[in-house]
């Protein structure tokens, strides 16, 4: 799990610029055994590691590189509440009743992490003021409105709004179709949010181990048995909470989900960052290859987007994203980047997150860009499963994705066509 995002620029960020401090994490030696160790410390780890360790759980947790380093610690921080895959695709997919109860489950996600933040006090500039998909086309307008109906009339979710082009005007400097707000979304420091997480949990008891990557992960008389370079844990279950740097410690969980590459900007601070976005807004686009942005505590603009089908990184990280950002922002043409880095992602060919249970092992990953909140929830569900209570990891279990044609071998050059086909629709306005 070592490796993969070190030439991704996480030390150039916005987000370690501001970062708050870490805790006390040695590489692991020697042999232990716990009731459980943790493969991954972003908030998927992390969230299991705390989970478990309340509830009375001897608990490691392994860290490839740095506590947060990985996607949770370096994504646009957009806290979007559900599941990649819409309510319509759900009620399609699964039919009304079991839509419900999935979407109810994933919506718990905000919540759930809006109570944590303020239970631990975590300082990671949360800002609950909402989160809108912008329409680039008219032609995204029925999608969206038909999207809000089914929020309402189905789910019963009480947050959406659709906005025409005047309103949508009103709330970002750019000239959208329109679109749908979601009042109960927003944004945080995600770094921040994983490093206070970090701390929750070694304050519950988790030992949290970091430069540790997990070798191999054997199962041996139902006991798993995690070796890293200079040592092992024996545990009764196990937690594989790597996401896109699973790598190939376990094959089979792996050919789930693609490793997708993603880059983002932060500007200078903004002389009148209110101009760009009113309302303080977190906010995506309609296009296949999203577009996402927001204001940092200090007014910058954090942007992503663009497309990129390697996970080789580009020589110059801003000058990738400016180009994107300035067709978004014109009025920002020139205007000086102070940051610019990558991560990787996984995504899944339903875009509904892989959890389930094998023995010993659970997992959890394929948040498919939505991971910045439903990674806490997927760690409590993986925890509350080990105590014995598996209801909600059996909801996600029941619709795992397929997984990717040809494996992790031929998955990335298949993914690459596909993204290829839309990002060309996205160019010509289809």
Request: aromatic share 6%; with cysteine; glycine share 12%.
């Amino acid at each position: 799990m070592a490796g993969f995002n070190d030439d991704l620029g996480m030390d150039r960020s916005y987000y370690a610029a501001t970062a708050n401090a870490a805790p006390q994490a040695r590489p692991l030696t020697g042999a232990h055994t716990a009731d459980v160790v943790v493969v991954g410390g972003g908030c998927t780890g992390l969230a299991a590691a705390r989970r478990l360790a309340l509830r009375g759980q001897s608990v490691i947790l392994l860290e490839g590189g740095r506590i947060g380093w990985g996607a949770s610690g370096r994504n646009g921080g957009q806290v979007i509440p559900g599941l990649r895959s819409g309510a319509q695709d759900l009620v399609r997919l699964y039919g009304e009743a079991r839509a419900r109860r999935i979407f109810d489950l994933a919506i718990a996600a905000r919540d759930e992490v809006v109570a944590l933040i303020a239970k631990e006090n975590i300082d990671c500039d949360l800002k609950l003021t909402g989160h809108l998909t912008a329409a680039v086309r008219e032609a995204d307008m029925p999608g969206l409105e038909a999207e809000a109906h089914c929020l309402k009339a189905v789910m019963g979710y009480p947050g959406t709004e659709i906005l025409d082009r005047t309103a949508v005007r009103a709330e970002v400097a750019h000239d959208y179709a329109g679109g749908l707000l979601d009042r109960l979304g927003g944004h945080l420091h995600p770094l921040n949010y994983t490093l206070g997480l970090a701390q929750a949990a070694a304050r519950a008891g988790a030992v949290l181990r970091s430069h540790s990557a997990a070798d191999s992960i054997d199962v041996v008389n139902d006991v798993a048995v995690v070796k890293t370079a200079d040592g092992e844990v024996r545990a009764r279950a196990c937690v594989l909470a790597g996401d896109a740097l699973l790598g190939q410690v376990d094959r089979r969980i792996a050919k789930h989900i693609m490793p997708v590459a993603n880059y983002i900007a932060a500007t200078a601070p903004l002389d009148n960052p209110s101009a760009l976005i009113a309302n303080d807004r977190a906010i995506s686009d309609s296009k296949f290859i999203v577009n996402y942005y927001r204001l940092s505590a200090d007014g910058r603009l954090i942007f992503g987007g663009g497309e990129r089908y390697t996970t080789a990184p580009p020589a110059d990280m801003a000058g990738f994203v400016r180009p994107f950002l300035e067709a978004a922002f014109p009025q920002l043409r020139g205007v000086a980047i102070d940051y610019a880095w990558g991560g990787l992602v996984s995504i899944t060919r339903t875009r509904l997150p892989h959890m389930g249970r094998r023995g010993p092992i659970y997992w959890a990953h394929g948040y498919s860009g939505m991971g910045t909140i439903l990674s806490t929830l997927a760690g409590r569900l993986m925890a509350d499963a080990i105590c014995g209570e598996p209801a909600g990891l059996d909801v996600f279990a029941s619709i795992a994705p397929p997984a990717f044609p040809g494996g992790t071998l031929l998955r990335s050059p298949l993914h690459t066509l596909a993204m290829v086909f839309f990002a060309a629709r996205d160019r010509l306005g289809l």
